[in-house]
């Protein structure tokens, strides 16, 4: 799959060069490029979390190139492709890749692989330079199925305006895919149950859904909502398939020197699971260069299996609470580097990294309900 | 009521080809063209917005009066359109009158000059409603 990823790149890239000719040449023929990466250092002070280890992890390091042209007038063609020092794929992945036609400013049609329209964050998911943070809030863009990484069929978007009131809106139909991680003492009846964690892609079938952003009078103030629904298929063997139904309510308020911004979702699989997750983050520039940042991230899964047969330690595989505080330097808008604090209440996404220490908590009952973390990096865009 | 921009702002103005037949806009609607909300002109035609570099001090002025917003938040505001492949920026220039001869040149272009900048033939200024 990563081969033909990368080869479908590849030839978008060379469909792009080649329709970014003279002999196209309507409107725009040039053929942009941008990118945008980063590196970071993850340490905590025992069990791992997102990309921090004990030890501290050093590998953390990200690298996307966009390419994007407009070979006619109403067409455009858009390609992104990033590469992930920890990525499960093995490097390399195809971001997204689609075409656009554009009947006016409120029709537009998308059809390709095209970067999932959820919540705030969904589209620039890897974009450091457009957060406060170095990673995003785990409750709603981590690994756990609210958030999918693009979908694959078609979709319209537009934008209306009338005075000061602003409203872009997105629908799309096809395939949405994504990763789930869990940690592995939540499968400690099936075979897995010494893995340190589980993780997984997803797909969700016959997907169905949208996004709404309405700009208000109020300068900086922007509140919206996202969903979809569709039939959810992993390749896990005792996975059984399920229908997702997942909406989510955002607000976003940006005014000079502050940053507001607060999400709230809830994802319901069948009758297998469901999750409610919600955030709260707030930043403020100082003399321009310097920020500070604070969040307050919350996740709560609730699960439907017989109580009898689990492990002591299972409700707090289902929680996470997250309290984190961040400075940034900003050397330009594209440079920046930061420092953040984590402190992390419930084991929905920390967890031992080696197998003993699973069966030694499986067996004694007994798990760290907290984990502090320290991240330090560097990210930038172009 | 109409306010020219260049006697509002003191500092910038706006500037079309003259072969286009708007004479007056509103603010939001020179905001939605350069941030490419919105894409055309009443006439149907793709407008060719043409911004300024950002160690000018008219890209601050024109940010300031005329989006309303700070030019590291017009930055962000591309990173976010570039990289969810919905747009990307107008072309930078580094002067006024790179400015006026690409205006000049394209009949569907629009773009902003210092206050105090003398416009050549084939350019016209443009009021701006508040």
């Known amino acids: 799959m990563q081969m033909n990823r990368n080869t479908l790149f590849l030839v978008v890239l060379a469909l792009v060069a080649l329709m970014a000719t003279p002999s196209f040449a309507q409107s725009s023929s040039v053929v942009e490029f941008?990118?945008?990466?980063?590196?970071?250092?993850?340490?905590?002070?025992g069990l791992k979390y997102s990309f921090g280890t004990q030890e501290g992890q050093y590998d953390n390091a990200e690298m996307a190139i966009n390419a994007s042209a407009r070979p006619m007038e109403q067409l455009s063609i858009v390609s992104q492709i990033r590469f992930d020092s920890n990525s499960q794929r093995g490097g390399a992945d195809l971001d997204y890749a689609f075409a656009e036609w554009a009947f006016s400013d409120a029709a537009k049609i998308r059809m390709g692989r095209v970067k999932h329209p959820f919540g705030i964050y969904g589209e620039v998911f890897d974009v450091g330079t457009l957060r406060p943070f170095y990673s995003l809030p785990a409750s709603l863009y981590g690994a756990n199925?609210?958030?999918?990484?693009?979908?694959?069929?078609?979709?319209?978007?537009?934008?209306?305006?009338?005075?000061?009131?602003?409203?872009?809106?997105?629908?799309?139909?096809?395939?949405?895919?994504?990763?789930?991680?869990?940690?592995?003492?939540?499968t400690a009846t099936s075979a897995n149950f010494a893995e340190p964690n589980i993780r997984f892609s997803y797909r969700v079938e016959d997907t169905v859904g949208g996004r709404l952003n309405i700009s208000t009078p109020i300068d900086g103030?922007?509140?919206?909502?996202?969903?979809?629904?569709?039939?959810?298929?992993?390749?896990?063997?005792?996975?059984?398939?399920?229908?997702?139904?997942v909406y989510a309510a955002h607000v976003e308020f940006i005014r000079s020197s502050l940053t507001i911004r607060s999400e709230y979702g809830h994802l319901k699989n069948g009758t297998d699971f469901s999750a409610d997750a919600s955030y709260v983050e707030l930043s403020y520039r100082l003399r321009e260069k310097w920020q500070l940042s604070a969040r307050l991230d919350s996740q709560d899964v609730s699960v439907n299996v017989n109580p009898a047969n689990l492990p002591k330690i299972f409700p707090q595989l289902l929680e996470n609470k997250e309290k984190a505080l961040g400075l940034s330097y900003w050397f330009t808008p594209g440079l920046v580097v930061r420092a953040s604090w984590h402190h992390i209440d419930g084991n929905r996404f920390a967890f031992p990294e080696r197998s003993e220490d699973v069966l030694r908590a499986l067996q004694t009952g007994e798990l760290d309900r907290t984990t502090d973390m320290l991240v330090v990096g560097a990210q930038f865009s172009f | 009521m109409l306010v020219p921009v260049v006697g509002r702002a003191e500092a910038v103005k706006v500037v079309v080809n003259a072969a286009n037949p708007s004479d007056s806009m509103t603010r939001e609607k020179v905001a939605d063209l350069f941030l490419k909300k919105a894409t055309r002109w009443e006439s149907g035609r793709v407008a060719t917005p043409v911004d300024q570099s950002d160690k000018r001090s008219v890209r601050g002025e024109f940010s300031q009066k005329?989006?309303?917003?700070?030019?590291?938040?017009?930055?962000?505001?591309?990173?976010?359109?570039?990289?969810?492949?919905?747009?990307?920026?107008?072309?930078?220039?580094?002067?006024?009158?790179?400015?006026?001869?690409?205006?000049?040149?394209?009949?569907?272009?629009?773009?902003?000059?210092?206050?105090?900048?003398?416009?050549?033939?084939?350019i016209k200024p443009v009021a701006v409603k508040d």
């Open chain 1, 221 to 245: 103030l922007t509140v919206g909502g996202s969903g979809y629904s569709g039939e959810a298929f992993t390749d896990l063997d005792n996975v059984s398939t399920a229908r997702r139904d």
């Open chain 1, 34 to 45: 941008h990118g945008f990466g980063g590196w970071a250092l993850g340490k905590t002070d």
């Open chain 2, 66 to 122: 005329l989006l309303v917003k700070e030019v590291a938040w017009v930055k962000s505001y591309w990173q976010k359109m570039i990289f969810s492949g919905r747009a990307t920026p107008p072309a930078e220039l580094s002067s006024d009158g790179e400015v006026l001869e690409f205006v000049r040149a394209n009949p569907d272009a629009i773009g902003y000059v210092s206050e105090g900048t003398p416009l050549t033939a084939g």
């Open chain 1, 145 to 186: 199925g609210f958030t999918a990484r693009a979908y694959n069929g078609a979709g319209l978007t537009g934008n209306l305006s009338r005075g000061r009131w602003g409203l872009q809106y997105d629908l799309y139909a096809g395939q949405i895919e994504g990763d789930f991680e869990a940690p592995g003492l939540l």
